[in-house]
């Protein structure tokens, strides 16, 4: 029975979890620097303190209307390791709800074929939460190996 902590947050009207362990640091808004000829989801870059970390605006990647940037909105600077790569990603969210502690048996896994949304394969489970339904996300699951590939290379040559 292992419990985690982690931090809650929105977009539009869904609410999703990472866990904390995998954050770095979560930070307000921050002018980006755009990127040319990637996907639509991939804003571009920001300066955090002297390193160059890639934003994905996770309203786009999970097919919702994108949002207007405001002074309200938040960056999660999460760490993904690919194999021998350790990258490191600044998700926008539209704002961060709560640290919550997580039991792992009151987490219900999605099967990816069997999960009726696309953002199935994302996820690696469910929860239920003060009557909110919460999706944990797998993050190594968000950005394919070639996305995070292609970002590498796209920031390396800025």
């Known amino acids: 029975m292992a419990v985690q902590k982690y931090t809650i ?3 539009e009207n869904e609410f999703y979890a990472i866990p904390i362990s995998k954050i770095q640091e979560i930070i307000s808004f921050t002018p980006i620097t755009p990127l040319h000829d990637v996907s639509n989801f991939l804003k571009g870059v920001i300066n955090l303190r002297g ?4 934003v994905i605006d996770l309203r786009l990647k999970f097919g919702l209307p994108e949002k207007p940037y405001t002074d309200r909105t938040i960056f999660i600077i999460v760490e993904l390791i690919s194999g021998d790569n350790t990258s490191h990603i600044g998700l926008i969210v539209d704002s961060i709800r709560e640290v919550v502690e997580i039991d792992d048996q009151q987490i219900e896994k999605t099967a990816e074929k069997g999960y009726k949304f696309f953002k199935g394969k994302y996820l690696h489970g ?3 939460i003060n009557n909110n339904m ?3 996300l797998n993050l190594e699951n968000i950005l394919s190996t070639e996305e995070i590939i292609e970002i590498n290379k796209q920031t390396d040559g800025e």
């Open 126 to 128: 469910i929860t239920q």
């Open 9 to 11: 947050f929105n977009l």
């Open 51 to 54: 390193r160059i970390i890639p």
């Open 134 to 136: 919460i999706m944990i």
